[in-house]
């Protein structure tokens, strides 16, 4: 049997590479998380009678009588604590597998499939990575202590919840609410360049909900497709993924971050990464533009020799999937999380100062 090749539009190249170095970063949050055993948190029992108590009440292996007994035992703090990072990185597995199977699917093509597969990942499980980044304490004590799911059932917030936490957030990731709504984009039924309709679409045959989104009559949604619809639902995955996913990397990277404890320039750097991947997928601004709007004043240090890579030659690399030091040859890898800058110690801004290394060599 011949091997499939791959369909990308030449036009889509670049929103391509974004949507594959977008699932990267979440394979590599993923395995990292795993690696340095991340949703794990420390008790520090206040005596031995605690300490005994609890394995007692471990060895039944029932979850809810040791959630029950850590919190009745003043150990709140520390319940929270593992519930946000197991929380985290169970929503970010749920969206990495849903939207992996939809970039399986995008370059067959099954479009009516690819989009499908967006629905729970774009309306549902971001909805609650968003929840965790504003106010995690409330949707854990919700998830812990509510007597019915339907306390924190996301699907029946939308105009309450999700609508309010996207507004806090627009404002810390560089997306203008006016350049592009978020909620509006993700949820409206009428709003035309909505999302919500094809989504809709993909997963039911004939949708009535309202009229702009309306199954024309003898038709069934993504059955009858001609030319003209199967290049425009692949057109609308490749520009409108870019911008939502600019957006849902920030909320991801900054929870990440925060939680594996990542230094300042390993936050800065990746997120100086994300922005320069997500003007070249949306090919709407040059590099020098770019750069000149991004206004980072922090140079690309090498982590082997130490050497500062300030050049536009070298950011240029750094924008597209990899930058090598002239020095030493040594090369970063920037089409994924950039984890090589944890082993900078130290970095001033103002460039006056050399990084020291962690690494021992």
């Not at 991340?38 to 007692?56: M, R």
């Not at 370059?107 to 504003?134: D, F």
């Not at 020095?327 to 460039?351: A, G």
């Amino acid at each position: 049997m011949k091997k499939r090749i791959p369909f990308i539009p030449n036009e889509h190249i670049a929103s391509y590479d974004f949507l594959i170095y977008f699932e990267n970063v979440l394979i590599d949050m993923l395995h990292y998380a795993d690696l340095e055993k991340l949703s794990n948190v420390k008790i520090n029992f206040k005596n031995e009678e605690d300490f005994l108590a609890f394995q007692t009440v471990s060895e039944t292996e029932d979850k809810e009588k040791l959630t029950e007994w850590l919190l009745a035992s003043d150990y709140r703090e520390e319940l929270l604590k593992y519930h946000k990072k197991h929380l985290f990185f169970s929503l970010l597995r749920d969206f990495y597998n849903y939207y992996s199977a939809s970039l399986e699917n995008i370059i067959k093509p099954n479009v009516s499939v690819a989009w499908a597969l967006l629905r729970r990942p774009l309306q549902e499980t971001l909805a609650y990575i968003e929840w965790l980044a504003v106010d995690a304490d409330e949707l854990i004590r919700l998830m812990l202590e509510s007597d019915e799911a339907k306390e924190y059932d996301i699907s029946r917030l939308k105009k309450t919840t999700i609508k309010e936490n996207i507004a806090k957030l627009t404002g810390k990731t560089g997306v203008l609410p006016n350049e592009m709504n978020i909620y509006e984009f993700r949820y409206s039924q009428e709003y035309e360049y909505s999302i919500n309709g094809i989504l809709n679409g993909a997963n039911h045959m004939v949708v009535n909900r309202s009229a702009s989104f309306k199954t024309s009559p003898s038709g069934l949604n993504f059955v009858f497709m001609d030319g003209n619809e199967f290049k425009s639902g692949i057109g609308l995955y490749y520009t409108a993924l870019p911008y939502l996913l600019f957006y849902t990397s920030n909320i991801i990277m900054d929870l990440f971050a925060d939680i594996a404890g990542m230094n300042d320039y390993t936050k800065i750097m990746n997120k100086y990464n994300l922005m320069l991947k997500s003007f070249k997928a949306t090919e709407s601004i040059s590099l020098r533009d770019a750069l000149d709007l991004i206004g980072v004043d922090v140079p690309i240090i090498c982590t082997r020799c130490g050497k500062k890579m300030e050049k536009e030659k070298h950011i240029q690399q750094f924008a597209y999937n990899k930058v090598r030091c002239p020095r030493c040859f040594h090369s970063i890898n920037t089409f994924s999380y950039i984890f090589d800058f944890e082993e900078i110690e130290c970095i001033d801004i103002s460039h006056e100062s050399t990084p020291v290394s962690q690494r021992n060599e």
